[in-house]
């Protein structure tokens, strides 16, 4: 059975570390992708064919820029992203943003991961491995000298909340 993966990252160093590991990934993700797919799609419950058809098809993607989209909304749905990761300050912001999105009643996954940030880890930053499908998108390349994975290029981390303040400066 496929695994959602809890990271704690460094995105000064591009480290990260196992946190917590969750079964069945269809209750992380895919849900924010249902939520977000469903009130501002083109086709109930058939975002599926905007994952499947390959990078032509952004439709989903694209739906980030959709201004009906609450900010919490946004958030959700940004923070499902390849290498996104909220910082350790922003973890309250955050549990609010998952209860508003999801009308207070987040399910799947989520009521854990706000639990989780109302606990206040001591770590940098959180990371998410979505599924264990794919590879580990905060994993660097296979280091066979030391056998494991180097850190990533830190540049290729973004933090939510500062990708979600840039593209709603497009929006003015």
């Not at 992708?33 to 064919?49: A, C, F, I, P, S």
């Not at 979505?130 to 290029?153: H, L, Q």
Request: hydrophobic share 35%; proline share 6%; net charge negative.
């Amino acid at each position: 059975m496929s695994t959602f993966t809890i990271l704690s990252v460094c995105p000064e160093t591009g480290t990260a570390e196992y946190l917590e590991e969750l079964r069945n990934s269809w209750h992380g993700a895919i849900i924010a992708w249902e939520l977000v797919w469903n009130r501002y799609g083109t086709k109930l419950h058939e975002y599926d064919g905007a994952l499947s058809n390959g990078a032509e098809d952004g439709r989903l993607w694209e739906l980030q820029r959709d201004q009906r989209m609450s900010r919490a909304e946004r958030v959700v749905f940004c923070l499902t992203f390849t290498r996104f990761y909220v910082k350790q300050q922003d973890f309250p912001r955050l549990a609010d943003d998952i209860g508003d999105a999801f009308g207070g009643n987040p399910p799947g996954h989520w009521p854990h991961l706000v639990k989780l940030l109302h606990s206040q880890p001591d770590v940098p930053a959180l990371g998410f491995w979505w599924t264990s499908v794919a590879e580990n998108p905060f994993a660097g390349d296979w280091n066979e000298e030391r056998e494991e994975y180097d850190p990533i290029d830190p540049n290729m981390m973004v933090n939510v909340y500062e990708h979600i303040t840039n593209l709603e400066s497009e929006f003015v």
